[in-house]
């Protein structure tokens, strides 16, 4: 599926979009329950809503190409090959987890299938992305830096100087702006004046792209043309991908006081999985059984690693001074 | 499976939260993304949304709106169709554990009053010295307290400790002072100069009795004489810190008119002096009358524990004995329900037991109250100390003569005789009100003997 | 043996490692063809290239970012800031992720990378060219800090430096660049944590940072002749740091006293006074001292910026005031 254009892709393909879409959001679901049940220590930022952006976009990549993730990174890190097993036991804290039990949420890191770190702090991904981009570059290697972002990141200096560097070098990277609208509570069309992200890629001299980040075939055509861009060494693109996240910016906050359900209603009816469903059972590719045969299993899946993670034992305390160095 | 649904934690520091009210009925379908019930969480309500499928089944004993409820707290299941609500079917009952109940702990009664404390003798204060200093000084022998500094504020200083180890008695032999680390310590506590010692005791390690024994020789005025601790000083010191540490005392006095008492005993004494009978004394005396008084003030006649004020149904009353041995206080069992003559006989045997030598462990123990006597040594009012797990004691003082005005109104003053009670009671079990009104009555009963000889 | 200059016995180590290892390169303003404001990279560019000896725009915040990415994905980058004041603008780059890479992965990761940059108080270069901040770089957790003092030890402790998988603060006194000293035509490396006595003495030890130990150094000379023997350390790293080596001088003097012209609260001074009450409280005849720059944003007339340093006299007077302790 790497290279496919999306017009050729089949039903095993289309199949397997649907099926990533679907972990990443029983995962989220299961994590937003384990959130209220006091297993998940500190913050979880759910992804419900936004499954086609990392599952578009990472259908292009190979397990050697680097993704650097955001606070809201528990879809990327599905996405690029982290199992739900060590993603919740991740956040319980366990030493199962991805980090082993150091990181939780935001400091997911698993190097050995290219996922490296969602951050607590908004911007440094693009910069890192960036980093490896200059690093395959030295190496005379084919693969990419992705960064994946919000709307809140695009006024962070990091991305200004990330852009900048990348473009001047030719840098292989890739630019995912999430624009779900808000950052936390505070609505982009307050922070920018020009709410379309893509326009500022003109300023950096590289192609900057809009596309419906809720239709995952979308954003698997646009993903495409930008990693194998990047791969050829046509440079970095910024993808800015509109989209919208259904659950609160955090589990356990408000969500009623800076957004209407009208508006959250218009996105729900707009639900990615829902539209690819509706895609495949139109144009005939599969049925109802399947379909919910392939949810079913999902979530058993997503069931067996929420048991997993919440028999796994806790990391011994003793290992906490352990790699400060290396 | 049925899912339960439980008061979710919505903040990171959610606690509890109120459950307001349910958005759907009993037995009504659910779906996920439906509104199911609203809370009041750490900020303003919040309504809820199910995650599952089904059919909302909530137990007849749910929690009513406006409920206080921790998080987890079960609210309600959602159920798939043909499946019963798990409050349908029958559970075993869970096992309880019983707490313990408060038994009265087997412990020795030893008690003590809080003596005077002896102003302690100031110790001889150095000038400052440096830490290396102390240590050159140690390893040398050296006692530094008797030195003068050069050091800019007058501290002493190392080559101070050095100047002086050189003008003096030149080192043992082997060249390095042999003395055991906690010969070391006690000689720099006591001042003795190991030094010089070492000169006294040539080819062998100088140890601890060696550094005491020098000390005790030598005549000097700051020294003090090392006393090794008995048991019982082990003991009570142990009990007196616990008591410090653990009980809220207070301590009551009052002057109450012991003339009624004095002629009562007068009367006992003639009445039996021809039989060869015993005595009863002051002491026996009290003791019986505060058992009465304890009948009617069950509240002092008790123990604080963790889990509760444990109420004793009898009065055990300890009598602080001072022997030669250290204070011990046998405890006279029963007291309320023996006869004065009983009372007077077992208190003699006791007293003689401890100073003796031969008193049983079982008769150290297992006291409910007690009581301190320093009339004999013209003591009036003190604190005695509650001696744990009692929680009071009452202290007694000498019996004097004194003018009192016996009529205010009259304004007549007679000579009566006088006796200074001291109640020290642990504020933990008792208020102040019902310790007073127990005093007072023992006060009472002093002052007129039938109201408990009658009882 | 020959004499290098700081810098070039610097340059020397780093063209020695560029050429074992084609993953090291060089990224700051003016490093590519220039060679470096300071002739760090003198040199380089026409023996590496352009993609290996990379000239930035002034976006240290990026360029620090971007290569903890590179450090990340295989590379082993030098980051060159001419002026180490300039790595302000990273901090939350360097202290939020390049120093946290490591412990967050789980050893997974490593981070070869190192920060060099020029240090110090001196030539009136005012207050935003004389920073070192090398105390604020040691308390935190994952950096490994760098102060050499002699060529001989800039060019062993920066090949140590680029090899080392730990990301390395390299900061270099801007009044010591110039000197000269000896340095070996063989290869060598220093290991990091292990201090250099630049004086044997008896009556105190004087610890004593980047330039201040050259200074130290002249007054100890001094003082040498009216009777007084002064020992100086020269930690040379700070962290990890030697603190043995401190130890076993007081030990023998009972006296320690640190000169640093960086800022005293907080300051590397107080953290080795802290350990060696700590762990030689009994060899101490006197209290610790420390001799500090003023605690001032550092001024341009050379009157004022001698006032904000200590000079020669203010180490003797220090030196004396601690021996009549």
């Known amino acids: 599926m790497i290279d496919t254009p999306a017009t050729q892709l089949d039903r095993t393909a289309m199949l397997s979009l649907y099926r990533e879409m679907l972990v990443i959001r029983r995962c989220e679901e299961q994590l937003a329950k384990g959130h209220q049940a006091g297993l998940i220590h500190g913050a979880c930022h759910t992804y419900v809503g936004e499954e086609a952006v990392a599952v578009g976009v990472c259908a292009h990549l190979r397990q050697a190409d680097a993704v650097f993730s955001t606070h809201r990174g528990h879809g990327h890190a599905l996405a690029k090959g982290v199992t739900p097993r060590a993603l919740i036991a991740e956040l319980f804290g366990r030493a199962t987890g991805c980090s082993q039990g150091r990181g939780g949420s935001m400091h997911l890191f698993a190097p050995e299938v290219g996922m490296m770190g969602t951050s607590g702090i908004v911007g440094p991904c693009i910069l890192q992305a960036a980093g490896a981009g200059y690093s395959f570059k030295l190496l005379g290697l084919d693969q990419v830096g992705v960064a994946f972002f919000g709307d809140g990141a695009s006024n962070n200096g990091a991305f200004h100087e990330g852009l900048n560097l990348a473009a001047i070098w030719d840098l292989p990277a890739v630019f995912v702006c999430e624009n779900n609208m808000y950052a936390t509570e505070v609505p982009f069309a307050y922070a920018s004046r020009n709410t379309d992200i893509a326009d500022r890629a003109v300023g950096y001299g590289i192609p900057g792209v809009i596309v419906d980040g809720n239709d995952v075939l979308a954003v698997y055509e646009v993903a495409g043309a930008a990693v194998r861009r990047a791969r050829s060494g046509g440079g970095p693109t910024l993808i800015e991908c509109k989209t919208y996240r259904t659950r609160p910016h955090s589990e356990g906050m408000r969500d009623g006081s800076y957004r209407s359900v009208e508006e959250i209603e218009s996105w729900k009816a707009r639900d990615p999985i829902r539209q690819l469903y509706a895609t495949l059972t139109a144009q005939d590719l599969a049925d109802e059984q399947a379909l919910a045969a392939i949810d079913a299993e999902v979530q058993a899946q997503v069931a067996e690693a929420y048991e997993f993670a919440k028999n796994s034992p806790y990391p011994d305390g003793a290992t906490a001074l352990d790699h400060v160095f290396s | 499976m049925a899912v339960a649904l439980v008061m979710p934690r919505l903040g990171w520091t959610m606690e509890q939260g109120v459950f307001l009210q349910w958005l759907k009925r009993d037995g009504e379908q659910v779906r996920p993304g439906d509104l199911l019930y609203t809370i009041e969480g750490d900020k303003a309500a919040d309504e809820i949304e199910a995650f599952d499928e089904g059919i909302l089944r909530i137990p007849p004993d749910a929690p009513a709106p406006g409920t206080t409820l921790q998080v987890g707290a079960l609210l309600g299941y959602i159920i798939q169709p043909g499946e019963l609500a798990p409050f349908e079917i029958d559970q075993p009952p869970t096992d309880q554990q019983l707490a313990a109940n408060g038994a009265q702990p087997a412990q020795e009664a030893f008690t003590d009053q809080r003596q005077p404390s002896e102003a302690e003798q100031p110790t001889k204060r150095a000038a400052s010295v440096s830490p290396r200093a102390r240590r050159v000084a140690r390893e040398l022998g050296v006692a530094w307290a008797e030195l003068v500094g050069s050091g800019r504020t007058g501290r002493i200083i190392e080559r101070d400790v050095r100047a002086f180890a050189t003008q003096r008695a030149p080192a043992p032999a082997d060249g390095r002072l042999r003395a055991t680390p906690l010969a070391r310590r006690v000689a720099e506590d006591l001042g003795v100069d190991l030094g010089q010692l070492a000169t006294e005791t040539p080819g062998r390690r100088i140890g601890r009795a060696d550094v005491v024994q020098a000390a005790s020789a030598v005549s000097k005025p700051a020294t003090e004489a090392l006393t090794p601790l008995t048991n019982v000083r082990k003991l009570t010191a142990a009990r007196l810190a616990e008591s410090a540490r653990t009980v809220v005392p207070v301590t009551l006095t009052t002057d109450v008119d012991a003339t009624e008492l004095v002629r009562l005993r007068k009367q006992i004494a003639s009445d039996l002096s021809a039989s060869g009978l015993l005595v009863p004394t002051y002491n026996d005396l009290m003791l019986k009358l505060v058992a009465v008084a304890l009948g009617e003030h069950p509240a002092l006649n008790a123990s604080y524990t963790d889990a509760g004020i444990v109420q004793h149904a009898e009065a055990h009353i300890g009598i602080a004995v001072d022997a030669e041995r250290g204070l011990l206080v046998p405890v006279v069992r029963d007291v309320g329900r023996k006869s004065l003559r009983q009372i007077a006989a077992e208190s003699a045997r006791l007293i003689e037991e401890v100073r003796a030598g031969t008193v049983r462990a079982s008769d150290l123990r297992g006291g409910t109250f007690s009581l301190s006597n320093l009339g004999m040594y013209q003591i009036d009012a003190f604190t005695p100390v509650v001696n744990l797990p009692e929680c009071a004691i009452l202290g007694i003082g000498r019996i004097q003569a004194r003018p009192v005005v016996i009529d205010e109104e009259a304004e007549t003053v007679a000579v009566r005789r006088m006796m200074a009670l001291s109640l020290t009671f642990d504020h933990r079990a008792v208020d102040g009100g019902p310790a007073a009104r127990f005093l007072n009555r023992v006060r009472e009963f002093v002052a007129r003997p039938f109201l408990w000889l009658t009882h | ?325």
Request: charged share 20%; glycine share 10%.
């Open chain 3, 1 to 325: 043996m020959r004499e290098l200059t700081y810098t070039a016995a610097a340059r020397e180590g780093l063209d020695e490692e560029m050429a074992r290892d084609s993953r090291i390169f060089v990224v700051g303003e003016g490093i590519g063809v220039r060679g470096g404001n300071f002739n760090t990279t003198l040199g380089l560019y026409e023996k590496y290239g352009p993609l290996r000896l990379c000239d930035t725009p002034i976006s240290e915040r990026g360029f620090v970012g971007l290569c903890t990415g590179a450090a990340m994905t295989g590379t082993r980058p030098v980051v060159d800031f001419m002026f180490v004041d300039f790595i302000l603008d990273a901090l939350g780059e360097l202290f939020n992720q390049t120093a946290k890479i490591q412990y967050m992965s789980s050893g997974r990761l490593t981070m070869p990378i190192v920060l060099r940059g020029c240090i110090g108080i001196g030539g009136s270069a005012a207050t935003h060219h004389s920073g070192s901040y090398y105390s604020i770089f040691a308390n935190i957790p994952g950096l490994r800090v760098v102060v050499p003092t002699t060529p001989f030890d800039a060019k062993g402790l920066l090949k140590t430096a680029i090899r080392s998988d730990d990301p390395v603060l390299f900061l270099e006194h801007k009044s010591l660049m110039n000197t000269k000293g000896p340095v070996p035509e063989e290869e060598y490396c220093l290991p990091f944590g292990q201090a250099a006595i630049a004086r044997t003495g008896t009556d105190l030890t004087v610890v004593a940072l980047a330039l201040m130990v050259r200074k130290t150094l002249e007054v100890a000379e001094q003082l040498a002749s009216e009777g007084i023997s002064v020992e100086v350390i020269d930690p040379r790293t700070i962290a990890p740091l030697d603190i043995q080596t401190i130890l076993a001088s007081v030990h023998k003097t009972g006296r320690l006293l640190i000169v640093d012209e960086t800022f005293g609260p907080c300051g590397i001074g107080a953290e080795i006074a802290a350990q060696v009450m700590e762990l030689a409280f009994d060899d101490l005849d006197a209290p610790v001292r420390r001799l500090n720059g003023s605690h001032t944003p550092t001024p341009y007339s050379p009157t004022l910026e001698a006032a904000v340093v200590p000079g020669p006299p203010a180490i003797a007077r220090a030196i004396r005031e601690l021996l009549a302790e």
